[in-house]
């Protein structure tokens, strides 16, 4: 493919039987994607979240939930963390180490808590180990590439991110439409009939979506209604044998006679698509700094974006920027851009 040969200029492969991920180290996020043969078959964003799974740290019993082994923990940092698994002996106040199991999940209005259970005898206080020590860990490769390389833009960083944006994904023959809700993960099939032939038509995409937004725990699919048992059925084996493909685990219900089938797995961060839509801003203003760090021509950085993404973006941010580039910075703020029609550019000093 046309992405693996320019990989292969550079002066290396990647290889034909194994994916490898990239990870670029960008200002206030790191990013990783999992390349096979020149494409992206999955993709993970870290945001500078205090709190994200692997941490270790002393916490202090704040209240219990009764009749439970839940309660709620106070961190080093003074927020506070929704537990699981305590000793009923544990009192109020009561020093304790935990580990992260869940970061923090931003919602319309509120947030969800991060989730702690004990952690294991023994074990120090640590921070939650890097998106780089996090993958290395894993079965593939990793390998990380420079954010003013092109590596991530020719697997294709720049399509996932409109679609993650819009929450929509084309496939042959109609679309998806990914959303995300307090309670669960929507996916929604549009496209013309044959509905039964729409809704195995869009099993695969549904199966790589779900890798390629990092879209844990509850997943609720709106498969187009069809009436007999045996098309229900054959769309039922299909996805599982798409989930089963795409290395998914979890619990998966039948279709039922409207057509919806409900997605359970392990939930440790927030996928791609929530990050984008809860955070809209925010998620602008990094984008903005990659793409200032990826700007060649000489001179000062000149960065164009609505005024919301301006007062999202961090000092420290800006900070960083300027050493990272050697370069000076300058603002157009327009309030009749979207959020995310950002721009950098060099311009003369």
Not at 105 to 120: D, N, S, T
Not at 209 to 219: E, K, P, Q, W
Not at 286 to 311: D, I, K, S
Request: glycine fraction near 10%.
């Amino acid at each position: 493919m046309k992405r693996a040969a320019c990989c292969a200029r550079r002066g290396w492969r990647l290889p034909e039987s194994l994916p490898v991920w990239l990870i670029e180290q960008g200002i206030g996020e790191e990013r990783a994607v999992l390349v096979e043969q020149g494409d992206i078959i999955a993709a993970r964003l870290v945001w500078d979240e205090p709190w994200r799974p692997g941490a270790v740290a002393e916490a202090r019993l704040v209240s219990r939930i009764p009749g439970t082994r839940r309660a709620v923990v106070r961190l080093p940092d003074g927020g506070e963390a929704l537990g699981e698994g305590f000793d009923s002996a544990l009192t109020e106040g009561q020093p304790i180490m935990v580990r992260v199991t869940r970061s923090a999940i931003a919602e319309k209005g509120r947030a969800k808590l991060p989730q702690v259970r004990p952690a294991a005898a023994g074990e120090a206080a640590r921070p939650a180990p890097s998106l780089l020590e996090e993958l290395s860990a894993g079965p593939y490769p990793v390998r990380s590439v420079p954010v003013h390389g092109r590596e991530l833009a020719e697997a294709g960083w720049d399509d996932l991110v409109a679609e993650a944006l819009t929450g929509e994904v084309a496939f042959a023959g109609g679309s998806l439409v990914v959303s995300p809700t307090p309670a669960m993960t929507l996916i929604d099939i549009d496209g013309p009939p044959p509905l039964p032939a729409l809704a195995l038509a869009a099993v695969p995409a549904i199966a790589a979506a779900l890798r390629r937004f990092d879209i844990g725990g509850s997943v609720g699919i709106d498969f187009p209604s069809l009436a007999e048992k045996a098309q229900r059925r054959a769309v039922d084996e299909a996805l599982a044998d798409a989930l089963a493909a795409a290395g998914w685990q979890g619990e998966r219900t039948g279709m039922n006679g409207f057509g919806f089938v409900q997605l359970v797995s392990r939930l440790e961060r927030p996928s791609l698509i929530a990050r984008f839509a809860r955070a809209p801003a925010a998620a602008a203003a990094r984008r903005l700094l990659r793409m200032a760090e990826r700007v060649a021509e000489p001179g000062t950085l000149l960065l164009t974006a609505h005024p919301a993404v301006r007062r999202a973006m961090r000092s420290q941010w800006e900070a960083d920027l300027a050493r990272r580039t050697g370069r000076s910075i300058q603002w157009h703020e327009d309030a009749g851009l979207a959020l995310g029609a950002t721009f950098a550019q060099a311009i003369a000093a």
